[in-house]
């Protein structure tokens, strides 16, 4: 019968340690354990593999296969095992350099049973942390297929709304999530809204379904329909791998279609039909399109049905339509481009930035409503952040921010977008600069915290509850900016203290090592000699 305790391989090229050991842990029953244990490195590696054990207590001074190169082998064939080395007085140095080298943890033989007990124990209690964790992913793995008509959802709205930053350079991505999202795959869209308001729920849900199976079941079968609410209106996507569906085939489906729902349902429904495809790039401003032709002649209102381009728009209109085409599609991404600046995101902030400054230096009419609105929006979301951020008496005093709010002065619309160019990177550096001084401040925090705590316990944990952050991000913020880990400056400085204590004191070397934050005197010891090449008393007597 298949044992469920967790595995225990001992190497010791002592007889003695490897049987005492072997012993020890077979009478901690609370472990739950299947013990082994060999004195042969060639041995121990036949063990590993066909045990695939959990835990390995590896003496680091074996003959013939040194320790640190059975741990190798071992964590290339099981990188999950958790390692911890047995080590003498003279092979401290082994050991520092097996802790650089991923292993869980090192016990001095010297230090007794509890000491070994207890590390075993953490390295499996990490284990089993670990292992749930990565149970929990195959787990969301497994979910994760279900979820993909909500990603495909959420994307259509993304990619109607032109609210994903970097489209371009998700493109390839998308077929992911549904394989009609291929990139270059052309899509013909139909807009269809309601002609009376606050239709409940159940009734457009009969609507949006009822056109999307007569679509399906009408044309080819190489056409795939897919259909979204969205906002007031309702989506519907013909995606075609060969050639585009006629508009006048859709027409006279459209019309059938409006028969059987206003029988049906007493549901007036009015539909506008792009005259092109496009790709899943262009579907924002395709839609755009749509609703514009519908506000503008009020179709919903006489259950209509029009082509893209049926209609006479006016030289005004068709004017704006060609020299504005990019108004339309930037306006919505004004809201990722505040979530770039919020976020700290600021090279994504300004590339989107000098994308929307290049659409407005091409308008031509000053007073452009459409290019106001975009102006002003941008104003908006530089003006919060300003004032959320405290950033006003930050900013060069050469910066006018009244043309955020004013902007009547400037003469041309190329003038306002390199005002708005050259704000944005004025912010981007007076963040940059407040960054580094709260940096600055948090990590002179830290190290105050730690000179007056040496002797207390200054592992990642406790530091961050004496800080207020997240242990894995105040690691990884003191090595970006202080260029060297937090554990390598709490030793300089355990070992500084050490010295000055040794130089100018009388306390004994127990004392010094307690007083700079080592239980554990050999370890102490041990650790001084290495960093200094020299031990306590070595270093006390020299001239």
Request: net charge negative; glycine share 6%.
């Amino acid at each position: 019968m298949k044992s469920n305790n967790r595995k225990l391989l001992i190497v010791d090229d002592e007889p003695v340690i490897a049987g005492g050991l072997q012993m020890l842990f077979e009478e901690q029953q609370q472990l739950k354990l299947d013990v082994s244990a060999t004195c042969s490195s060639t041995e121990a590696i036949e063990l590993f593999e066909r045990l695939r054990s959990d835990a390995v207590l590896l003496d680091i001074q074996m003959p013939g296969i040194s320790g640190l190169e059975l741990a190798g082998r071992m964590k290339s064939f099981h990188p999950e095992v958790k390692i911890i080395f047995l080590t003498g007085y003279d092979q401290f140095d082994y050991a520092y350099k097996a802790i650089k080298q991923d292993a869980f943890d090192y016990v001095l033989k010297t230090e007794g049973d509890d000491k070994v007990i207890a590390a075993v124990t953490a390295a499996l209690d990490r284990l089993e942390y670990e292992q749930k964790l990565q149970m929990e992913y195959r787990q969301a793995q497994i979910q994760l297929s279900s979820m993909y008509p909500v990603f495909r959802q959420n994307l259509l709205v993304a990619l109607l709304g032109e609210q994903m930053p970097d489209l371009p350079e998700m493109a390839p991505s998308m077929a992911e999530i549904d394989e009609m999202f291929q990139p270059g795959r052309k899509v013909l869209l139909i807009l269809g809204r309601f002609g009376a308001d606050r239709l409940p729920l159940a009734t457009r849900g009969i609507v949006q379904l009822t056109v999307e199976q007569i679509l399906q079941t009408q044309l080819s079968e190489s056409y795939r329909i897919v259909s979204i609410p969205y906002l007031e209106d309702i989506i519907w996507f013909i995606v075609g791998q060969e050639q585009m569906v006629m508009p006048s085939v859709l027409v006279s489906l459209l019309e059938d279609t409006q028969s059987i729902l206003n029988n049906q349902a007493g549901c007036p429904v009015s539909f506008a039909v792009a005259s092109e495809e496009v790709t899943w790039l262009e579907v924002g401003r395709k839609y755009q399109t749509l609703r514009r032709i519908m506000v503008q002649f009020n179709l919903q209102r006489q259950e209509s049905i029009v082509v893209e381009g049926a209609f006479y728009q006016g030289k005004a209109a068709m004017e704006e339509e060609r020299e504005y085409p990019e108004l339309a599609r930037m306006l919505p991404r004004v809201g990722i481009l505040e979530a770039h600046l919020q976020n700290g995101h600021q090279e994504s902030f300004l590339k989107m930035m000098n994308e929307l400054c290049q659409v407005l230096s091409g308008i031509l009419s000053r007073h452009s409503l459409h290019a106001m609105e975009l102006y002003l929006s941008v104003c908006r979301v530089l003006l919060t952040y300003i004032n959320e951020n405290q950033l006003s008496g930050k900013l060069s005093p050469g910066l006018d921010l009244s043309l955020l709010y004013n902007p009547g002065s400037m003469t041309d619309w190329a003038e306002r977008a390199h005002f708005l160019s050259k704000t944005a990177a004025a912010l981007c550096d007076a963040a940059e600069i407040v960054r580094k001084d709260n940096t600055e401040s948090t990590i002179a925090r830290i190290k105050d915290y730690i000179n007056q705590h040496l002797s207390s316990d200054l592992s990642l944990t406790a530091l961050g509850k004496a800080t207020g952050f997240n242990p894995s991000y105040l690691s990884r913020m003191f090595k970006r900016d202080e260029g060297t880990g937090l554990h390598d400056y709490i030793t300089d400085c355990r070992i500084n203290l050490a010295k000055s204590l040794l130089m100018n004191t009388n306390m004994k070397i127990y004392e010094i090592a307690q007083k700079s934050g080592y239980d554990n005197s050999n370890y102490f010891i041990r650790t001084f000699k290495l960093l200094t090449g020299q031990t306590p008393q070595e270093y006390r007597c020299q001239d």
